[in-house]
């Protein structure tokens, strides 16, 4: 699965990324469902997790973070298609956004993808998540399309955007 055991490229010092487990998939929910993200369940993840081409990390509260509490402040769920590294979801709790949990999230899955080979990153965005723009886009990420009404609930637009993590070396 994932190369990535332990990143410390996080703005607070008491999380860390990690590999998501089995015993991580009741929170990774929980975030997803306080973020508003397209709604996947445990069971989804849980298929995911077993998929030797998928990339899942956590940022994982130490044990001795200053108020002895623990958990997840966030997660990011990628896939490995061809060449090309697909970000599937990626969600931070609300009490935790814009301290770098969420772009140290995304660099980790960069650099664990470009380690197996990956020449490009994709994802889907919703095109009033501007947010979420801003952060891909401080990444290298740039818009290459729009697919009308891809989100439900509420129904949205979605933004295509891609960046260049790795040369090719096909032919």
Not at 13 to 26: E, G, V
Not at 32 to 46: A, T
Not at 69 to 88: K, S
Request: net charge negative; proline share 2%.
């Amino acid at each position: 699965m994932s190369c990535v055991k332990h990143v410390k490229a996080v703005a607070r010092s008491d999380y860390a990324i990690s590999r998501m487990t089995d015993h991580d998939l009741i929170e990774v929910v929980e975030i997803e469902e306080s973020c508003g993200l397209s709604l996947w369940g445990w069971d989804s993840y849980h298929a995911e997790l077993l998929r030797p081409e998928s990339i899942m990390l956590v940022a994982r509260r130490a044990v001795d973070s200053h108020d002895g509490q623990r958990g997840l402040g966030g997660f990011i769920a990628a896939r490995l298609v061809a060449e090309d590294l697909h970000i599937n979801n990626i969600g931070v709790r609300t009490e935790f956004q814009r301290i770098g949990l969420g772009g140290s999230l995304l660099t980790a899955v960069l650099s664990t993808g470009v380690v197996q080979d990956a020449t490009a990153a994709i994802l889907e965005v919703r095109a009033g998540n501007v947010v979420a723009q801003a952060l891909y886009e401080r990444h290298g990420f740039a818009t290459i399309s729009r697919r009308r009404n891809y989100y439900r609930q509420p129904t949205e637009d979605a933004i295509i955007m891609k960046v260049l993590i790795k040369e090719s070396t096909a032919p």
